[in-house]
Nanobody, 132 residues
Framework: QVQLEESGGRLVQAGTSLKLSCVGSGRPFNAYAMAWFRQGPGKEHEFVAALSRSGGAVYYSDSVKGRFTISRDNFQNTMYLEMRDLKPEDTAYYLC?????????????????????????WGRGTLVTVSS
C-alpha cells in the first residue's frame, strides 16, 4: 500500500526557516507527482505546493510563493518543503499527498476540488507552529 510519512515540524519563531520531509513507500516513488497541503486550526485543507515526478515542474499557492521551495530526491524516496520567512499564519499541520494515478499531473493537484483531494493518498501530517 502507498504510505507517506511527514517529519520536521516543530515550534519556530516568526521570520525563521524550517525544512519538512515526506518519505514515500509502497510503490515507485519517482513515477508520481507529489504535493504539500496544510490545514490550520478550524480550516480546510489548503494547497501549498506540488511538483512533477522528476521535480522539474513546480507549483505554489500565492500565499507561499517566494518563501517556500518544494523539491524531491527520488533516490531517497523523499519530498521536501523548505520554508523561509515563516509567519504565524503558516501555522498548520502540513500533509504530503500523491495521486493514485501516475497520469495525474502536479499542475492539476493545485486546483483540485475537495472531492478530488479525497482521492489522493495522504500522510498523517506534521505540525508546524510559528510564534510571533
Amino acid at each position: 500500500q502507498v504510505q507517506l510519512e511527514e517529519s520536521g515540524g516543530r515550534l519556530v519563531q516568526a521570520g525563521t526557516s524550517l525544512k519538512l520531509s515526506c518519505v514515500g513507500s509502497g510503490r515507485p516513488f519517482n513515477a508520481y507527482a507529489m504535493a504539500w497541503f496544510r490545514q490550520g486550526p478550524g480550516k480546510e485543507h489548503e494547497f501549498v505546493a506540488a511538483l512533477s515526478r522528476s521535480g522539474g515542474a513546480v507549483y505554489y499557492s500565492d500565499s507561499v510563493k517566494g518563501r517556500f521551495t518544494i523539491s524531491r530526491d527520488n533516490f531517497q524516496n523523499t519530498m521536501y518543503l523548505e520554508m523561509r520567512d515563516l509567519k504565524p499564519e503558516d501555522t498548520a499541520y502540513y500533509l504530503c499527498a500523491t495521486p493514485e494515478s501516475a497520469d495525474t499531473r502536479a499542475q492539476s493537484i493545485a486546483t483540485m476540488s475537495l472531492a478530488q483531494q479525497r482521492q489522493l493518498h495522504w500522510g498523517r501530517g506534521t505540525l508546524v507552529t510559528v510564534s510571533s
